[in-house]
């Protein structure tokens, strides 16, 4: 990422663990008055089906497309830093899939960088969801 701006501070995908610190580290400016930090949790439930766990894979291209999304919010909102990390694998109930984090000079910024951020990650990143339910039924999410 060498050839990023300065403000987009971390972009990754992981097999292992998350770190929200790490990601709060990355962001971290003295000039912002607002950081918004979104973590994305595996929940126990999806439309009213129980949920053991999930799997994630990514598309080889999905790297690049999260490195765009971060260019693209940085540039069309006034933010300090931004940082969106994804985890792939299998994933257990409460694990951490994805954190992502802005920091502007003042919250509202912030808040709506993130949520940005977050909204077109999900919309347009080929990372896909394998779910497991309780039922022994499964379903994949995100596919094209």
Same mark, same amino acid.
């Given at each position: 990422m060498e050839d990023l701006p300065p403000v987009v501070r971390l972009v990754d995908i992981r097999e292992s663990p998350l770190d929200v610190q790490e990601v709060l580290a990355a962001v971290a400016d003295v000039a912002g008055g607002g950081l918004v930090l979104f973590v994305g949790t595996v929940r126990d439930h999806d439309r009213d089906k129980g949920v053991t766990g999930l799997d994630y894979s990514a598309h080889p291209s999905a790297l690049d497309r999260m490195t765009e999304v971060a260019l693209t919010v940085a540039k069309e909102y006034d933010v300090l830093a931004v940082a969106a990390v994804h985890r792939v694998?299998?994933?257990?109930?409460?694990? +951490?899939?994805?954190?992502? =984090?802005?920091? !502007? +000079?003042?919250?509202?910024? =912030?808040?709506? !960088?993130?949520?940005?951020?977050?909204?077109?990650?999900?919309a347009t990143v080929p990372i896909w969801k394998h779910q497991v339910f309780t039922d022994g039924s499964d379903e994949w999410v995100g596919t094209p």
């Amino acid at each position: 990422m060498e050839d990023l701006p300065p403000v987009v501070r971390l972009v990754d995908i992981r097999e292992s663990p998350l770190d929200v610190q790490e990601v709060l580290a990355a962001v971290a400016d003295v000039a912002g008055g607002g950081l918004v930090l979104f973590v994305g949790t595996v929940r126990d439930h999806d439309r009213d089906k129980g949920v053991t766990g999930l799997d994630y894979s990514a598309h080889p291209s999905a790297l690049d497309r999260m490195t765009e999304v971060a260019l693209t919010v940085a540039k069309e909102y006034d933010v300090l830093a931004v940082a969106a990390v994804h985890r792939v694998g299998a994933l257990t109930l409460g694990d +951490a899939a994805v954190v992502v =984090a802005t920091v !502007a +000079a003042h919250r509202g910024e =912030a808040f709506e !960088a993130s949520r940005a951020l977050i909204d077109e990650l999900k919309a347009t990143v080929p990372i896909w969801k394998h779910q497991v339910f309780t039922d022994g039924s499964d379903e994949w999410v995100g596919t094209p």
